[in-house]
T-cell receptor, first 114, second 109 residues
Framework: DVKVTQSSRYLVKRTGEKVFLECVQD?????MFWYRQDPGLGLRLIYF???????EKGDIPEGYSVSREKKERFSLILESASTNQTSMYLC?????????????FGPGTRLTVL | DAKTTQPTSMDCAEGRAANLPCNHS???????VYWYRQIHSQGPQYIIH???NNETNEMASLIITEDRKSSTLILPHATLRDTAVYYC??????????FGIGTKLQVIP
């Protein structure tokens, strides 16, 4: 079974803190994605990566950065957390060259910024 | 602009077929139709996808109209565990995948 794990299910941080959300997949997938999910807005793509050290902006990259130093790990970084970044964050991975291939999602991290 | 249009919510009686529609009138020739669902408090889960032909797997059937401008996901015998948000996505090539708001399906006992 494909497994995508995220470092925390729940996280509480203070405004201005630097926040790291970690995602690890065990299926040797080329592509990895970070989304955020908010009520009434669905899932919105923040960043994705199709290879180690490669990254592409999604629909809402502002306020976020990412890092992919190893194939299995994709990190989302909030340089200075703000209250409007309180959200559910979902990581996903997919295999193959095409970035639209079936995506496997992690359980999500619910981040609260106070 | 949204590539797909889905009803916001639907109800279905347990044991009956659930038919979830999706309009994608601007779909292009190399784009696939994908369906995912998200059960409360979990990440989305892939269900099925298709290009032109109808598709069936152990979870569902996907019916795509001949002009490809719309499709229907069919859950043949809905159970309470099928209560979820269902996302219809059109994507292809090297495009990023965009999830919309989806259809909230409530299966009623």
């Amino acid at each position: 079974d494909v497994k995508v794990t995220q470092s925390s299910r729940y996280l509480v941080k203070r405004t201005g803190e630097k926040v790291f959300l970690e995602c690890v997949q065990d299926m040797d997938h080329e592509n990895m994605f970070w989304y955020r999910q908010d009520p009434g807005l669905g899932l919105r793509l923040i960043y994705f990566s199709y290879d180690v050290k490669m990254k592409e902006k999604g629909d809402i990259p502002e306020g976020y950065s990412v890092s992919r130093e190893k194939k299995e790990r994709f990190s989302l970084i909030l340089e200075s957390a703000s209250t409007n970044q309180t959200s559910m964050y979902l990581c996903a991975s997919s295999g193959g060259v095409a970035t639209y291939n079936e995506q496997f999602f992690g359980p999500g991290t619910r981040l609260t910024v106070l | 602009d949204a590539k797909t249009t889905q009803p916001t919510s639907m109800d279905c009686a347990e044991g009956r077929a659930a038919n979830l529609p999706c309009n994608h009138s601007t779909i292009s020739g190399n784009e696939y139709v994908y369906w995912y669902r998200q059960i409360h408090s979990q990440g989305p889960q892939y269900i099925i996808h298709g290009l032109k032909n109808n598709e069936t797997n152990e979870m569902a059937s996907l019916i795509i109209t001949e002009d490809r401008k719309s499709s229907t996901l069919i859950l043949p015998h809905a159970t309470l565990r099928d209560t979820a948000v269902y996302y219809c996505i059109v994507t292809g090539g090297y495009q990023k995948v965009t999830f919309g708001i989806g259809t909230k399906l409530q299966v009623i006992p």
